[in-house]
């Protein structure tokens, strides 16, 4: 059986890594639909166009469901909830009191230095709770690591798994707990466990394009998190390398200058420096040699001073 029929009344809208993969998933006729995940900000009003393009005639979103609350995966609430008023939301409970007061350093938009539009949500989703589209249960699971308060939604029947940022085709997100010294790794390995025993027949992550071969997956991100462990340091330098990156994927090019002084005032990104010891003699001395390797690697280019997103 192609395990991909089972994105049949489901649409993926596979997004670049500055916005998480959206799923719309439609429900039985005169039902109307529900969306897992809204991407970042910047991008609101192409998932606004984009759910519009989606839904069916005579279909309306109704429900909103968000797997965790970084900013990449929770940054078009609110132009979803202005489209589509009646829309509820629905998010983990972790950080529920933190949406209600809009507390950014609990949410840790202000700590990576991201951005996200201010939301209302209206109820939370716990672990082992589920919920209905048309015929489909979805079952949420907790999954620790990545995000403390993460969730993923799985489809016994269909073996789909909506596995947010915990499993990936090449490994998983970045281990954020990890970065403020809490011990995370095992939470990412009890989750690939979990899986393993979910034995879901296709995975759509948070990031990249779904796929079948959940035991490759499994198997290169229990690689990943193997060296991690082995090297803790080597993970804390990947994490902020994944947010330079990122604040590149927003803003595409920047003078050094200004990239260092958004550093300068990146309270996680300073953090992690102070906890690695203060390599360098600043952190903005850091900060460049992590551009300098990051341009050797492909994902950034620097030209007469100014970075540019590569």
């Known amino acids: 059986m192609n395990p991909y029929h089972a994105l049949e009344g489901l649409t993926v809208f596979e997004r670049g890594w500055l916005s998480s993969n959206n799923i719309l998933l439609h429900g039985s006729p005169h039902e109307h639909a529900t969306l897992i995940d809204t991407g970042y900000v910047t991008h609101a009003e192409q998932t606004v166009a984009l759910v519009r393009h989606a ?29 589509w008023p009646a829309a509820s939301l629905t998010i983990p409970p972790g950080h529920a009191d933190a949406v209600a007061r809009w507390d950014e350093d609990t949410l840790t938009y202000r700590a990576t230095g991201q951005r996200c539009e201010r939301f209302r949500h209206d109820r939370v989703l716990r672990a082992g709770q589920s919920f209905m589209v048309g015929a489909r249960s979805w ?10 308060h993460s969730l993923i939604l799985f489809d016994a029947r269909d073996g789909v798994l909506i596995s947010a940022d915990t499993l990936w085709a090449n490994g998983f997100g970045v281990v954020f707990p990890e970065l403020d010294g809490d011990n995370a790794f095992d939470d990412v390995a009890a989750v690939l466990d979990e899986i393993e025993r979910m034995a879901p027949s296709l995975v759509i992550p948070g990031h990249g394009a ?101």
């Open 55 to 83: 839904l069916r005639p005579g279909e309306m979103l109704a429900h909103i469901v968000n797997t965790h609350l970084h900013s990449d995966h929770c940054g078009g609430n609110a132009a979803l909830q202005r489209a």
């Open 139 to 148: 079952s949420a699971d907790a999954a620790p690591g990545h995000d403390p």
């Open 210 to 310: 779904p796929f079948s071969d959940v035991t490759d997956a499994l198997a290169r991100a229990r690689s990943r998190l193997a060296a991690f462990r082995a090297d803790p340091a080597k993970h804390a330098r990947h994490g902020i390398k994944v947010l330079v990156k990122y604040h590149l994927l927003e803003v595409q090019r920047e003078p050094l200058v200004a990239l260092r002084a958004w550093f300068a005032h990146t309270p996680l990104a300073l953090r992690v420096w102070q906890r690695l010891g203060r390599p360098e003699r600043s952190a903005q001395a850091w900060l460049d040699r992590l551009v300098d390797e990051l341009v050797a690697g492909g994902a950034l280019a620097l030209r007469d001073g100014v970075v540019h997103d590569a």
